[in-house]
């Protein structure tokens, strides 16, 4: 089946403009993650969904990010605001809920802030 | 917290020889996962394989293996017959409950 898609592939924004990524996991996956990557870096935890638990947050690097998914399905991350160093790669993955399952990554957003 | 590291930023080996990537962990559960993920270029994360802390055996797929060591805390990744396209950036990760970490990767160069 599908994997787990990200849109858009690529952004380029101005300094102060709002952006928003968005994430389609694979049918089924009830966790979600967000992860950064910066260039030649790892990955960088920025919030978690697990089905219709509460977030948890605690990666989100201000409150100039938030995050939002319904359910079981879509995802969005958007960051307002934005700021030359929020310029990476956003990674989203999904998974079914056992710790046994491995993430399943999208291909990611490249984002660049001028 | 768990945390996961990976004390080498940078490996190489020729092409067709063996090259093993450190990983050590830590954590106070007694069941758990480990996964090596391997990024190349195109920045997609691919899975590369999966150790079960409760299995003693190593977990083995094609070219790749583990050397899992549960009391050492330690999950090295083993390439062998290395070919030009295992050059990527490898990472380990712990999979626990509610918790999910990675290491912050190794650079693998294959020399041709």
């Known amino acids: 089946g599908a994997g787990v898609s990200q849109s858009p592939s690529n952004k380029v924004t101005e300094k102060g403009k709002d952006v928003e990524l968005r994430c389609d996991p694979i049918?089924?996956?009830?966790?979600l993650y967000w992860y950064r990557q910066r260039l030649g870096q790892g990955l960088e935890f920025l919030i978690y969904?697990?089905?219709?638990?509460?977030?948890?947050k605690s990666g989100l690097p201000s409150d100039r990010f938030s995050a939002e998914r319904t359910g079981e399905s879509v995802s969005t991350l958007t960051i307002q605001r934005t700021q030359q160093e929020d310029s990476a790669v956003y990674l989203c993955?999904?998974?079914?809920?056992?710790?046994?399952?491995?993430?399943?990554f999208g291909n990611g957003t490249r984002l660049t802030v001028t | 917290a768990q945390t996961v590291t990976q004390s080498q930023p940078e490996m190489s080996v020729q092409e067709a020889e063996t090259v093993t990537l450190s990983c050590t962990y830590d954590?106070?559960?007694?069941?758990?996962?480990l996964f090596w993920y391997k990024q190349p270029p195109s920045r997609q994360m691919i899975l590369v394989i999966r150790?079960?802390?409760?299995?003693?055996q190593n977990a083995t797929e094609n070219r790749f293996s583990v050397n899992f060591q549960k009391a050492a805390k330690s999950f090295s990744l083993k390439i062998s017959d290395s070919q030009l396209g295992d050059a990527a950036m490898y990472f380990c990760?712990?999979?626990?409950?509610?918790?999910?970490?990675f290491g912050a990767g190794t650079r693998l160069t294959v020399k041709p």
């Open positions: 993955a999904s998974s079914f809920r056992a710790y046994n399952s491995p993430l399943h």
């Open positions: 049918s089924g996956h009830t966790a």
């Open positions: 969904f697990q089905g219709n638990s509460a977030p948890d």
């Open positions: 954590t106070s559960e007694s069941d758990y996962y």
């Open positions: 150790q079960e802390a409760y299995k003693q």
């Open positions: 990760a712990y999979r626990g409950p509610g918790d999910m970490r």
